[in-house]
């Protein structure tokens, strides 16, 4: 948006007059508006832009009929698949199923896959190679975890897609930021485009690309690289922008080229913003797996749905935390190559050169030849497997038989107190109420232009239809979202202050956020029946781990100086916290907003598994049904509000930072 | 049975095609059991097998381009609309019944017998104190009925207002949720009223019963004069529904000893529920079960592949 700053209002009237002008009316439609106009609180039927057909006739025409002459659409598609799918069947038979002649049942073995041993081991000379004893450790631990609760074939398969889906993501990424960074119009066409692939649910769009891109893992991993790149471009393009001019002057004194430029002087000194890119690729693609796994990617996350089905809580969660303890291990591994400091290079022949290679294939070979002759080096047996067996399901039966009606009690409360009402509230406002004021507040906040857009998006949503179900997603997730919030605030605030916390603060968010929800939604079932307040637990528990993480980032970057002048002048802590801290977090803070509001529309999908009767719902039934057309409407309105929610922070934020000096636009 | 004959004596696995037949797992235990015994038996006929993991509804998209070969459970009750989309193209297939049927209708606990002594007969739940029975706080006095995912169907809601029942129709998400909550009340001994569906593990561990509704007909769903309720439709229990095996069309051409075998698959209610229980409640793995049923009916399977 052009203007950062706030609109000051009409001239001569106080700020709030503006306010109220809007105010009023809308509130009045509200009360007594209902006899008269009708038409502003339901879309009339007759009107409704028959868009779900409109879209349902475009894919069958892209399917069967779109063609570019020499091939068709499909036929194009397919051959990215099979491009996509060489490095896969590659990773996952160095994995998982070795190398075979043939295919399914008569398949021959030619060699076996890796040894668990050996790929302990070299994942551990890794951490060693990248960030010391302590890594090579840790990353050690979490493959071991993995053999130990049996869940190591698996765990290879979900590996392998990963390994492929991740640098197809961080590299597909780059180059879309690369380009946005390169040119203003390319980073203002594919920003809306980036929204709606963040935004739409995986669901909407999952038949399609089961058709086009063929059923299996291949298209899992297409579905995974749509949801899992979009934070890549935003964070290059962001972090391009934010190396200092000083460095690309220095850059272009040098006399680099546009090539050297970009390799040498800007991607090396944006490498720490960027690797905060790959760490969401990886832990995004990681959130994917449960879904992959119902469209023939098999793995971890095929464990944790059939184990469910049974309900086994334990094997659930055993399968669950092998996840976790994957993504725990490449985030930390991902996190040290990139801070790791270039060393003087070692001199001597290639073997002295790379040592930790020469030991991981060293390792590989040995491991190889000595699994045809002991077994138990080759694959993980089962005699040492581990597991909880029924302990978890007998914790949940405890705490079911003697504190459910404890637990009954405090969610009535709830449901009667906080989630009803509002739900009702929100389900009696008028649409073009909600229109003129969300377009006001964009007005105000960014420019007309913001105005319009907010005024098209909310339309748009009544006029296909989905008023209802777009107002009881806002009521489940703007609860969800006030009580992320309020945990994640306090909860930031004491771990921006203590290191010792925060890491500890850090292990539980990124288990909330890698954890398959379904682990712990079907206990919460168990425990508070099916419902609203359920999926309000796993969204609360989902989106929680944003409002911290954006806390503490914005709290621990606040300039120490300022908080010394604070002291200096007399402050005492809690003015400190409140008057100088707060303040100045408050642009990362909103973005933690931004990123929890996303956490949470994210969640519908799951949620709609604990009934609830919203657009995730909407969604989840057009997949069942396989109308594509009614499941990209729902999702496009599940894009809308983000896309609302998303501009109106995003102008508030920037008004914050002009008012704070902090400097303009941060895109 | 000649029929049988004659198709095992055109079946001959030389001319089927070597590539794997792509067969589909879903995620429930009854379905694992019997794709993995059809799959047992083609690889006794010589042909070549491969599992693959895909969503029960999702799957279609892939049996349509041929990227999956037979899907062994689709059932009546829950899969029809999208069978019907898929075989309307004619890239689709139905490989016809599995001989097995499914049951749904409302069940209840044993222990909720006491409090609505009436049961298994419909017509007790009419009387207020035995609904208030299946009550909880959102739902009183009215009785709370969990039914299946809307995306089920199953006409409750249209079920309870025809037969003018004092509940309140509550949709459970997925049947995993269903289950759960059947189970946290089972713990409890807390009353509960919900959709069960059978073959399945939950009727086996659980002891319970259906409530019995007037039978299902053709007509009650679509006549409204029949049944009790002269006005509405649905005033009848949920109809018994085959269980399809279905596949890509060109299965019969590429494999065409194996689509006879496929076709000539059957299997009973009682043994799958057997089956079920052993892998479910008896920690027995899948491979084990379905190893014991091959060894143990040769003379069934064997003709099938032509033996």
């Known amino acids: ?14 700020r709030w007059a503006g306010w109220g002008l809007v105010l009023l009316p809308c509130a009045a439609l509200w009360l007594w508006g209902a006899p008269a106009a009708p038409w502003a609180f339901d879309w009339p039927k007759g009107w409704t832009i028959p868009a779900a057909r409109w879209i349902t006739a475009f894919t069958r025409w892209l399917l069967n009929d779109a063609t570019f002459g020499l ?35 008569t398949a021959v073995e030619i060699t076996p896959p890796l040894s668990w041993v050996a790929v302990i081991v070299s994942f551990a000379l890794l951490g060693l190679w990248a960030g010391g004893r302590g890594l090579a450790l840790l990353v050690a631990a979490c493959f071991l975890f993995i053999a130990v609760f049996g869940q190591w074939q698996s765990a290879m398969v979900t590996l392998a897609s990963i390994l492929v889906a991740v640098p197809l993501g961080v590299a597909g ?9 390169r040119h203003l119009w390319f980073s203002r066409a594919i920003r809306p485009v980036l929204d709606l692939m963040q935004t739409i649910p995986v669901f909407a769009y999952l038949v399609p690309i089961l058709f086009l891109f063929g059923f299996g893992p291949t298209a899992a991993v297409v579905a995974t690289l749509i949801y899992a790149m979009p934070p890549m471009t935003r964070v290059t393009e962001l972090a391009l922008h934010r190396v200092p001019p000083e460095l690309s002057d220095l850059g272009r004194m040098v006399g680099c080229t546009r090539r050297q430029m970009l390799w040498r002087v800007m991607v090396p000194s944006a490498r720490e913003a960027l690797m905060v890119g790959v760490n969401q690729v990886i832990m995004l693609s990681l959130n994917m797996v449960i879904i992959a796994s119902m469209i023939g990617a098999g793995g971890l996350g095929f464990d944790v749905l059939a184990a469910l089905r049974r309900l086994d809580f334990g094997a659930g969660l055993e399968a669950g935390f092998a996840i976790v303890a994957l993504a725990v291990a490449l985030d930390r591994l991902s996190q040290a190559v990139a801070v790791r400091g270039r060393g003087a290079p070692l001199r001597g022949g290639p073997l002295a050169r790379h040592p930790y290679l020469v030991a991981s294939l060293v390792t590989i070979a040995a491991a190889a030849a000595i699994g045809f002759v002991i077994p138990w080096v080759q694959s993980y047996p089962q005699a040492w497997q581990l597991s909880t067996g029924t302990f978890w399901s007998r914790v949940v039966e405890w705490i079911n038989v003697n504190f459910f009606d404890t637990l009954e009690a405090v969610k009535n409360f709830f449901l009667l107190n906080l989630l009803v009402p509002f739900k009702r509230f929100l389900a009696g406002l008028p649409w073009l109420g909600v229109a003129a004021l969300l377009a006001f507040a964009g007005w105000r906040s960014g420019g007309w232009r913001l105005g319009l857009l907010i005024a098209a998006l909310v339309t748009l949503i009544a006029a296909t239809g989905q008023w209802e179900k777009a107002m009881i997603t806002v009521y489940l997730c703007g609860i969800s979202v006030a009580i992320a919030m309020l945990i994640g605030l306090p909860i930031g605030v004491l771990a921006a202050n203590s290191d010792r916390l925060w890491s500890w603060v850090r292990v539980i968010i990124d288990t909330l956020q890698t954890l398959p929800s379904f682990v712990y939604l079907m206990p919460a079932v168990m425990l508070f029946r099916v419902g609203d307040f359920t999926a309000m637990i796993a969204i609360v528990a989902f989106a929680v781990a944003p409002a911290i993480r954006y806390t503490v980032l914005g709290l621990k970057g606040v300039d120490p100086r300022l908080i010394e002048a604070g002291r200096a002048m007399g402050c005492s802590e809690a003015q400190i916290l409140t008057r100088i801290r707060l303040k100045l977090a408050l642009p990362e803070i909103l973005l933690g907003l931004n990123q929890t509001i996303m956490f949470a529309l994210s969640m519908l999908v799951i949620t709609a598994l604990v009934g609830t009767r919203d657009l995730g719902q909407e969604v989840y039934i057009a997949l069942t049904k396989a109308d594509p057309g009614r499941g990209l409407v729902a999702g496009l309105a599940v894009a809308f509000i983000a896309i609302v929610a998303d501009r109106l922070i995003h102008a508030g934020a920037q008004a914050a930072r002009g008012r704070l000096g902090l400097g303009g636009s941060s895109t | 049975m000649s029929a049988l004959a004659l198709a095992a004596a055109g079946s001959a696995g030389a001319q089927d095609s070597a590539d794997p ?3 589909t797992l879903h995620d429930w235990t009854g379905q694992l059991i019997t794709t993995q015994l059809m799959g047992k038996i083609l690889q006794k006929a010589g042909n070549n097998v491969e599992y693959v993991q895909a969503d029960y509804l999702a799957q279609f998209a892939g049996l349509e381009t041929g990227d999956l070969d037979v899907a062994m459970e689709m059932w009546e009750t829950t899969g029809r609309e999208a069978m019907d989309a898929a075989t309307a193209t004619g890239k689709v297939e139905n490989f016809g019944p599995t001989g097995m049927k499914a049951k749904e209708e409302w069940w209840y606990p044993e222990y909720m017998k006491e409090k609505c002594p009436g049961l298994p007969n419909w017509e007790a739940l009419k009387d207020p104190a035995c609904a208030e029975a299946f009550s909880t706080a959102e739902t009183a006095p009215k009785g709370r009925y969990l039914g299946g995912p809307v995306t089920w169907g199953g006409f409750d809601d249209e079920r309870v207002e025809a037969l003018d029942l004092p509940f309140e129709v509550i949709h459970a998400g997925t049947d995993a949720a269903l289950f759960a909550e059947l189970e946290s009340a089972y713990q409890r001994q807390a009353p509960i009223m919900l959709w069960i569906y059978a073959p399945h593990w939950a009727p086996a561990k659980y002891k319970g019963e259906w409530v019995e509704f007037p039978e299902y007909t053709p007509e009650c769903y679509n006549d409204p004069a029949w049944g009790s309720n002269p006005d509405m439709a649905y005033d009848c229990g949920k109809p018994f529904g085959e269980i399809w095996k279905v596949g890509w069309a060109g299965v019969k051409d590429k494999w065409p000893g194996a689509y006879e075998a496929i076709k000539a698959f059957t299997i009973d209610n009682d043994e799958m529920g057997q089956m079920i229980t052993e892998v479910d409640l008896n920690g027995k793995t899948v491979e084990e079960v379905t190893d014991a049923w091959i060894a143990a009916n040769e003379g069934r399977w064997k003709p099938w592949i032509g033996q």
């Open chain 1, 1 to 14: 948006m052009a203007d950062a700053t706030a609109i000051p209002g009409p001239r001569g009237l106080p």
């Open chain 1, 71 to 105: 091939f068709t659409f499909q036929e194009l598609t397919r051959f990215v698949a099979g491009v996509i799918d060489a490095p896969y069947r590659i990773v996952l038979s160095l994995l998982s199923t070795g190398f075979l002649r043939g295919e399914g049942s």
């Open chain 1, 173 to 181: 990424g780059m180059a879309l930021g690369v380009l946005a960074w």
């Open chain 2, 21 to 23: 037949i792509k067969l």
